[in-house]
């Protein structure tokens, strides 16, 4: 009988091109067994009882529908079908789950390398140190690209988001370009919360508008599979090595000194998986990241929460703004730059005014009230006027009158 892990290995690593010669010798059998295994269509399993078939058969399609979602993880796999109803045991589940999880590994290991320019990592990592003589806890961001390995790492004093957002401008600029999308570990600096299935995200706003100003796609890494930000992992280790038992003056010297071997340690290594030079990977890579020379630096934009009132304008800076009427009661996050004013409800944004000159003023889209004026008004105004008027005009609306 053969083995349903040994079917499996056989038969993806044939449909990956490896030659049958190349697949005996890998696993240590005849090249013959490797052709009567693949002329096998499937695994022979082995007997499972009647009572654990018919317990699992119920959620096997909800089960195959969720494998990738959980990175094919039997654990978390038993976990949510238990809240479905599931009465057999774990081991079924693991039984059930293994031979699936063994052929996806050895894809999913092809398939995450990606093309130049595509990609990027981002976390944070911490470590002790010591800077002017004294043992500081330092915070370490670092930036690697998917396909070079080339990084950028910078040590901060803290995790928050100017230090963040700095971090990244540093590392874009520093790297001459910005790669089509950044992958991130579940940080609050990126993601304020995503359902159950993992599919659908709460983006933190500010970063959501960071992204956008400079084009690239914020993907935060999916549960059960830390192989999906491995790149990143093994640079923050590769950089607390580098500072292990060194001494500095400053910040700004270990920063000075983790550049520089960045430049000349780090760039010109053979790395591990790729056998080639970060720095010439880099070369192929470079010109099709996203330009950056031409942004100016990101304002981190003030923020603070407010309440939407009957009347649809919020208040902020002894102005106010409208929202659609439909947020009326809800409570939604205004931003400013300086220069415009941005309301976010649930991580969408849901208006955008020019900030008003000025005080007790206020700037209206007639849009916003398309449908609750509908019957005041015959004609709605076009989707983008906006007025600004005195806020004595709006006082009716608080009270339920029309504009």
């Known amino acids: ?14 449909r990956l091109k490896e030659t049958k010669k190349s697949i005996a010798r890998a ?23 009647k009572q654990e078939s018919e317990l699992l058969g119920p959620f096997q ?8 979602a959980v990175g094919y993880c039997a654990q978390a796999i038993f ?18 789950v293994g031979p699936l999880r063994q052929e996806a590994e050895i894809e999913a290991t092809i398939r995450f390398e990606t093309p130049p320019g595509r990609q990027g990592q981002a976390d944070w990592g911490q470590c002790w140190t010591i800077i002017d003589g004294k043992r500081v806890k330092v915070h370490l961001f670092v930036l690697t690209l998917g396909y070079s390995r080339r990084m950028y790492a910078v040590a901060t004093v803290d995790e928050k988001m100017p230090a963040f957002l700095r971090s990244h401008e540093e590392g874009f600029a520093f790297l001459g370009g910005v790669p089509r999308e950044i992958v991130y570990d579940n940080l609050k600096s990126v993601v304020l919360g995503r359902d159950f299935e993992g599919s659908r995200f709460e983006w933190n706003p500010i970063f959501w508008d960071f992204s956008r100003y400079y084009g ?43 550049t520089d071997w960045i430049v000349n340690v780090a760039d010109q290594r ?21 330009p950056v020379a031409s942004h100016r630096a990101y304002v981190i934009e003030e923020r603070s929460l407010r309440y939407v009132p009957k009347d649809c304008l919020v208040a902020f800076q002894a102005n106010r703004y409208s929202v659609p009427y439909r947020l009326a009661g809800k409570r939604v996050e205004v931003l400013t730059d ?19 000159e000025g005080s007790h003023r206020s700037s209206v889209q007639m849009s916003h009230y398309v449908g609750l004026i509908k019957a ?28």
């Open 1 to 14: 009988m053969v083995k349903a892990d040994l079917w499996h290995e056989i038969h993806s690593r044939f």
């Open 27 to 49: 696993i240590g059998i005849s090249v013959q067994t490797v052709r009567k295994i693949l002329r096998q269509k499937q695994p022979e399993r082995y007997s499972r009882k």
């Open 61 to 68: 399609e909800y089960i195959l529908r969720r494998l990738a």
């Open 79 to 96: 976990e949510e079908i238990r809240l479905r109803g599931y009465q057999g045991s774990y081991p079924t589940v693991k039984r059930f």
């Open 216 to 258: 690239f796609r914020p993907a935060p890494h999916r549960p059960y599979r830390p192989q999906t930000k491995g790149k990143v992992e093994s640079g923050v280790k590769y950089v607390k090595r580098f500072l292990r038992g060194k001494e500095f003056t400053s910040l700004d010297d270990l920063n000075a000194q983790l």
């Open 270 to 290: 053979v790395h591990g998986t790729t056998h080639r030079q970060p720095a010439e990977m880099f070369l192929e890579e470079k010109d099709l990241l996203l």
């Open 338 to 356: 300086g220069e415009m004013i941005k309301i976010y409800h649930a991580g969408e944004l849901v208006s955008c005014h020019a900030r008003i």
């Open 376 to 403: 005041a008004k015959p004609a709605a105004a076009p989707a983008d006027d906006v007025e600004i008027r005195d806020l004595a005009v709006y006082e009716r609306l608080a009270t339920g009158g029309v504009l």
